[in-house]
């Protein structure tokens, strides 16, 4: 069975930096890619990041492009997403996704397995 499990959230000042980790376990397919979303509340599941298997790919949304850095070590089953100059918009919960078929989409129902979530509040 698929596991995605995120860590890293937190409280942090405007301005600061948040570095989230998601650790894959159980078998998602030979290259896979990985997708960062959140969701704020009272607001609808919104595209952060995605990278390819190999790290070549990388896509980002609009408000976070130049701010954050999606990355993975597939050694390690493992996807990142460094945030800096965190801004209060920002926060919201962070699920990280897999996409079997290996390409990045901002579109969710393209990805087949997503973890729990992390918090991420960042304050004025």
């Known amino acids: 069975q698929v596991q995605l499990v995120e860590s890293g959230g937190g409280l942090v000042q405007a301005g600061g930096s948040l570095r989230l980790s998601c650790a894959a376990s159980g078998r998602i397919s030979s290259t896979y890619a990985m997708g960062w979303f959140r969701q704020a509340p009272g607001k609808e599941r919104e595209f952060v990041a995605a990278?390819?298997?190999?790290?070549?790919?990388?896509s980002y949304a609009d408000s976070v492009k130049g701010r954050f850095t999606i990355s993975r070590d597939n050694a390690k089953n493992t996807v990142y997403l460094q945030m800096n100059s965190l801004k209060p918009e920002d926060t919201a919960v962070y699920s990280c996704?897999?996409?079997?078929?290996?390409?990045?989409?901002?579109?969710?129902?393209?990805?087949?397995?997503w973890g729990q979530g992390t918090q991420v509040t960042v304050s004025s």
């Open positions: 996704a897999a996409n079997s078929a290996d390409w990045v989409s901002p579109t969710p129902r393209v990805y087949h397995y």
């Open positions: 990278i390819t298997w190999s790290g070549i790919t990388t």
